[in-house]
């Protein structure tokens, strides 16, 4: 299995000095992920947690909802000429194995959505599905529906300690400074769970595929903190898995705002310090008199 780092070359100029050093950087690798052996998508990674992410994959797609709906999950033999499988209970190997290509097997009486498996597409670390055809389609598909859920209120002043949270579980953002994260939070700002990829739709994937493997969907009683942008794609995953607040540091997109608005998802955006917005999914948001007017 490939690495989450490596190093690199660099030419590094400082106030005009010129010097050569090793940089670490990131790595990025495509994962080729299939559906009881038909090819259903590829997607650029850092590699690690490759089981997990592929669960949460499927989670989003509407395949998998228990643990009980995944029969095993295994790396392919011979994705580059030879190498030994990997079943779900081990992720790392040698051998020629490139440990780039899964193959996820689901229980015989789960039922393939016909859209998944008509969907035979490249994901890149930052890319997301468009258009009302997709809200329809994660409101229709949602296994459950965060407005039945029983009530999450969340203060504000929580709210603004979780990124500082998140940064201090980043242990490959560290030496890299190129990585993406999620984290899993519990109404009361604990700290749950942590995942880093070069993309952040695939940091999340990680995160409900080990929910999943572990029994814990939905994650009703929970809040998602994303670094960077909240895309349609990130609030897209949150609403599959369950969860009820999704958080970012940066900007949501309007298609994300309008599904949070269709689904009942708490959409916070701009989450710096103690500044944020909410898009939508108010109601679970503890508001003061004084700061809900104006």
Known sequence: MGRVTERR?????????????????VAEEPLEIRLNGKP??????????????????????????????????????????????????AESGGGSNSYNVVDVRTA??????????????????????CGKASLDAVRTTARWPISDTPPVRVDPELLALLPDRLRAAQRVFDRTGGLHAAALFTEEGELVDVREDVGRHNAVDKLVGRALQNGDLPLS?????????????????????????????SAPSSLAVDLAAETGLTLVGFLRGGSMNVYAGEDRVVLRAAAAQG
Request: aromatic share 4%; proline share 4%.
């Open 108 to 129: 015989p009486d789960v039922v393939i959505p016909d859209i998944t498996l008509e969907r035979n597409v490249y994901t890149t670390s930052s890319c997301g599905l």
């Open 221 to 249: 009683r929970t809040v998602l903190l994303v670094s960077g942008r909240a895309s349609f794609e990130l609030a897209q995953k949150a609403v599959m898995a369950g969860i009820p607040v999704l958080a970012a540091v």
């Open 40 to 89: 259903l998508a590829i997607t650029m990674r850092t590699p690690g947690d490759d089981f997990a992410l592929a669960a949460g994959f499927l989670v989003s797609e509407g395949v998998l909802a228990a643990a009980s709906d995944l029969l095993n999950i295994v790396y392919c033999a011979g994705a580059t000429g030879g190498g030994p499988s990997r079943s779900s209970g």
């Open 9 to 25: 070359k660099v030419i590094r100029i400082r106030d005009g000095v010129v010097s050569s050093r090793a940089d670490t950087l």
